[in-house]
């Protein structure tokens, strides 16, 4: 049994934000910490006050977790970035809202002593007979405080209040990893209600000390416990009133956030489950009976649907079965009243299924299409406009000297731009018809068959109906927001989303089949017109191909079998290693050197290039932590560690630097992932460097003493390439199932034919259809091993913590 926490987060748009520069705008991008540490960094959106992101990560959560704040950042190429404001949002704020918040939420200023993190170590006891008692405090050590300094640590000291007294312990220099080891004694209030306060501060020189949060106490239940010891997170301080002029003046984000908790039971407890929904896939469609999965798709809200279809293709992927369940739920759609042009147009289960499939199964084919052309958009830079509304003459300069191009002139330019991408495009997409994952093309094949049985006098539809999923759903998405699709690191700056756009759109209209539609609506597509009438030609010849051959053996040796494992390469670039004391492999061979990394399921290696022989290489079973690196130590904050068991049994670190925030949160996912099962990893770790003779981060001189704060080994970024989790989807699918028992039963009776439905009765003892029975008393016995497997409620603390 296990106990996860997840976070999804969709960071959609901002909108008035306030200039940061000079030219009256901002270039605006996000910076998401869960707890202290930053996990996310979105994309830039430049010159804009109302920036649009729409990106979404689901980030794996340690135990524990207390909040997520998105900070709004304004990105300076010539100094220190400006935080423009941040949103805050509690676990507390997150459990009001099972189903997820959506919605506007205005930016807050960002005020220097609510910036805190970390925890402090401390043992609290009562000591003494009755009358004479005395409150001992033992300040033992605090971990992840913020850094207040401008060498990148702090010089922290506690303060200690009680019963209007007051002590402090000794400054420790230059560490968000102290160590006191003091204790404070205050003779006991009598009767015990006076609050301990601890407070944490950094000691300046010069100007007043900073803030680095405090812990409240009650420690009227401590005189029966006698002692208590434990890390307590530090808090703001809420007591001082707080101006909130400025609220809503900064501007707002509008977010999706939603917190997942769940109890993953052992796999086997979800064997029912899982084997009643592949029987019901075996089983098929059967006239004038209402399938399970048609009231599943009728039960599920719209909301709801994408995350249910993604829980579905990976469950049915590792059963082996995923052809069959699509196949299933194209018939099942097929069988409704349907127009041959609307055919998948909307957002079912059908739909949003096999959306999420091509996902998960096929974006190195969508990177191996559309990248070069997509490298070729944002090198170039053309300006590429066939609207004559929006021309700007500007923006293209003269075509000659001193002459300034005409209008027509510049569509006539944009046109050959465009039509010069749509062309190298459909190249690429016709020749790709061999490198298509064998799956998809059999899932394509299956739609292809199905539509041309149900619409014998339209053969037209069943090429639309591959192109509405394949250019529709799929490539064309990917050619209007690379980013969303890792194509590329960064949005595109306003010339180029143009140039991306309009090439979207065109792929939209090959994907129609119908050129002609779209120049009836946009009149000004009439130059683009004869290119795409020869890209629908090619486009169908394509589709012909693709469906209309029978598969390798490779496919065919696959077929009701689970899917093999993804590709050998889960992570590879370019990283600096940064020279350290040490005789292990990576540092013998490459300190101070830039090297190819590469991350399969068997080991991180390197070498000079991609291409160039390996150097060496560390296990995955050697690799025992994956961590970041505090700033001060190497004067960047890209820098992870990696710890691991070098060939003499001694244990090394490598430090290697990434070129930003957001590739080294992808390098410890990635890594943090591949050892996830390793029995030796970490609990603790140093999140400096040794040097000299001590630790920079926490002073302590045995270089192999433990480390002064946790791994996080649990906190990961979750993406597509990730390895099929069975049992944490079946959970999944066994929450949402939980929550429509009553709504299945009603559905049902509504679904059932009229004649049918007359002749018996609806009620709580009327008789179901043996899938629906059976399935109702699995999710009843899955409740049942889950009370079983709740673990029991922790005992109250004896010091109460409060949070003021």
Request: proline fraction near 6%.
């Amino acid at each position: 049994m296990a106990r996860r926490s997840a976070l999804s987060i969709r960071i959609v748009e901002g909108r008035n934000l306030p200039a940061k520069d000079i030219t009256g705008s901002s270039d605006p991008y996000c910076i998401v910490k869960i707890d202290d540490e930053a996990i996310i960094r979105t994309a830039t959106v430049w010159k804009t006050l109302s920036p649009f992101w729409g990106e979404e990560y689901e980030v794996q959560l340690q135990p524990g977790f207390h909040s997520i704040s998105i900070y709004v950042m304004d990105e300076d190429a010539l100094s220190r970035d400006d935080i423009i404001g941040k949103v805050c949002i509690t676990r507390d704020m997150l459990a009001e809202h099972p189903k997820g918040y959506s919605g506007w939420m205005s930016l807050s200023e960002v005020d220097p002593d609510e910036e805190v993190q970390g925890e402090i170590h401390l043992r609290v006891e009562v000591l003494g007979s009755q009358g004479s008692r005395r409150l001992r405090c033992s300040v033992l050590e605090a971990r992840d405080l913020a850094r207040k300094d401008r060498n990148g640590a702090s010089d922290p000291f506690v303060r200690l209040r009680y019963n209007g007294k007051t002590q402090e312990s000794t400054v420790v220099k230059k560490s968000c990893y102290p160590r006191w080891n003091e204790t404070f004694e205050f003779e006991l209030a009598e009767p015990a209600g006076e609050k301990l306060c601890v407070e944490v501060w950094d000691w300046d020189l010069v100007g007043r000390n900073d803030f680095l949060g405090k812990v409240v106490f009650s420690i009227q239940g401590l005189e029966a416990a006698g002692q208590e010891e434990g890390w307590f997170r530090l808090w703001p301080d809420k007591s001082k009133p707080t101006e909130d002029q400025r609220r809503g003046s900064l501007g707002s984000l509008q977010l999706q956030v939603k917190l997942r908790d769940e109890t993953v039971l052992p796999s086997h407890c979800y064997q029912p489950l899982v084997q009643l929904l592949c029987q019901e896939v075996k089983s098929g469609r059967q006239d004038g009976q209402v399938h399970l999965v048609t009231l599943l798709d009728e039960t599920t809200t719209a909301e709801c649907r994408q995350e249910v279809a993604i829980n579905l293709v990976k469950l049915f992927l590792g059963q082996g079965l995923v052809k069959e369940f699509l196949d299933l739920l194209f018939e099942l759609e097929l069988a409704k009243p349907c127009e041959p042009n609307t055919l998948f147009r909307s957002n079912s289960l059908a739909s949003k299924s096999m959306e999420s499939f091509l996902k998960v199964t096929g974006m190195p084919y969508l990177h191996f299409v559309l990248g070069p052309t997509i490298a070729r958009v944002f090198e170039e830079k053309k300006y590429v406009e066939l609207d004559p509304g929006k021309v700007e003459i500007k923006d293209v300069g003269c075509s000659g000297l001193h002459r300034v191009q005409t209008e027509g002139e510049v569509i006539e330019q944009g046109r050959q731009h465009l039509q010069s991408y749509l062309g190298e495009l459909l190249d690429a997409i016709v020749r790709s018809a061999p490198a298509c994952p064998p799956l998809i093309r059999a899932a394509f094949r299956q739609l292809f068959q199905r539509v041309g049985e149900r619409f014998p006098q339209h053969q037209h539809a069943k090429f639309v109906a591959v192109t509405s999923f394949l250019c529709l759903r799929f490539f064309s998405p990917a050619v209007m927001t690379p980013k969303l699709f890792q194509l590329r690191d960064a949005h595109a700056d306003a010339r180029t989303s143009r140039t991306l756009l309009l090439l979207a759109k065109a792929i939209q209209l090959v994907g129609n089949m119908e050129p002609a539609a779209g120049r009836a609506k946009e009149t000004w597509l009439s130059p683009l017109v004869p290119a795409l009438q020869q890209g629908t030609a090619r486009m169908r010849d394509f589709i012909t191909r693709l469906v209309g051959t029978e598969e390798d053996e490779g496919e065919q040796e696959g077929e009701g079998r689970p899917l093999g494992p993804p590709p050998a390469v889960v992570k590879e670039g370019m990283l600096l290693v940064h020279k350290t004391r040490g005789k292990g492999p990576l540092l013998a061979a490459a300190a101070g050197k830039k090297l190819h990394f590469c991350l399969t399921g068997e080991s991180l290696s390197f070498g000079k290039s991609p291409s160039a022989e390996r150097i060496g290489a560390i296990a995955l079973g050697d690799i025992l932590a994956a961590e970041k690196v505090e700033e001060k130590s190497f004067g960047s904050s890209h820098v992870m560690q990696v710890v691991y068991t070098a060939a003499g049994g001694q244990q090394e670190t490598a430090y290697l630097q990434c070129k930003c925030v957001s590739e080294l949160n992808q390098w410890l996912s990635a890594l943090r992932k591949a050892c996830g099962n390793n029995p030796r990893v970490l609990r603790s770790y140093h999140p400096g460097v040794f040097r000299g003779d001590k630790w920079s981060c926490c002073h302590q001189r045995d270089r192999t003493g433990l480390g002064c704060d946790r791994t996080r080994h649990g906190v990961t970024l979750q993406d597509w390439s990730d390895p099929l989790d069975p049992a944490g989807e079946a959970q999944r699918l066994f929450q949402h199932l939980q929550g429509l028992r009553g709504t299945l039963r009603e559905k049902y009776w509504e679904l059932l034919e009229p004649e049918d439905a007359q002749n018996g009765p609806r009620g709580e003892d009327a008789a179901l259809p043996e899938g629906l029975s059976r399935l109702l008393a699995v999710l009843g016995e899955l409740e049942s091993c889950h009370r079983r497997a709740r673990p029991p409620e922790p005992p109250a603390p004896a010091l109460l913590q409060l949070q003021t």
